[in-house]
């Protein structure tokens, strides 16, 4: 048995190891904000992937809570790294900007740094606004774009059912901002908190999560600074110029960006394909990662 048992052992390790990607971490220096950034997968033929997260105030913790990243870098680099003032780009110059602009000069810093020539970006929730903004700034860099749950081309087209659907959770979260303090960052946390329980379709796949999210790198005053800086941004015009392949996801059951949003993006992009993902909301990736990876590998093997 015991024989057997270490062949066992051995068999599982080489299968780990066959399944293993390699994975780095560094540090992109500029003249505002030193972006950290971590890479799964190597350089190769296949079109590698910039993963842009959401929040804005998050770190790209989020999207890194299954090995989903780590079984597309099998096929081709994947690299993430954390917008300014969050996670490991929290080295930022006094006065640093939180513009559109600041934020896209950040990304190309980071393509620049890995000199890789065309991406595929992967914008998650607000990551897809920041990619569709640097697309239209430096389209001559785009190979593919992937918008995950995004907004539209602005703040104001997003279709948010939050409070119809969940009052209850909105009434707790109103309770606790006035127990924590209005405009404290224990309020905007645990806001952030409440707000990750209404952010899916399952509720085991929510326990799941939110047991195991640990720190989601949360800076209540950069996202705010973001949102203020963002707020009138309207990429209408810009998005119905692209001439490059976009694929829309959506969770169905997203209240958080209904995929009314999503619908009305792909009507405007020229060409834009739509799936949506029939037992998710905010996170497909979380809650239906088998689909996910194929459709994503679909569209980034199209020729």
Partial sequence: MNRLAGTALLLFSAILNAQSVPHSKGVVHTG??????????????????????????LSHAYMVQNDLWERVARQRQVVFYDQRGTGASKRLQAGALQTMDAQVTDLEAVRQALALDKVGLVGDS??????????????????????????????????????????????????????????????????LHNHFRMIFYSLAKRDAYMSNMGDLGFEPAVGEAVGK????????????????????????????VAPLTAWQLAHTIPGAKIVFFEESGHLPSFEEPEKYIKVLEDFLNER
């Fill in 126 to 191: 607000y990551g897809g606004l920041l990619s569709m903004a640097y697309a239209a700034a430096h389209p001559e860099h785009m190979a593919k774009l992937v918008l995950s749950d995004s907004p539209g081309p602005s703040w104001k087209s997003i279709v948010h059912l939050l409070p119809q659907v969940f009052p209850d959770l909105q009434e707790r979260n109103a309770q606790e901002e006035q127990k924590l303090g209005s405009g404290t960052d224990a309020a905007a946390r645990a806001a």
């Fill in 229 to 256: 800086a963002t707020a009138d941004l309207d990429l209408t015009d810009k998005i119905a110029k692209f001439r490059f392949p976009v694929l829309i996801i959506n969770g169905r059951y997203d209240m958080n």
């Fill in 32 to 57: 505002q904000v030193d972006l950290g950034y971590e890479t799964f997968g190597k350089p190769g033929a296949a079109l590698p992937v910039i993963a842009v997260n959401g929040g804005p105030g």
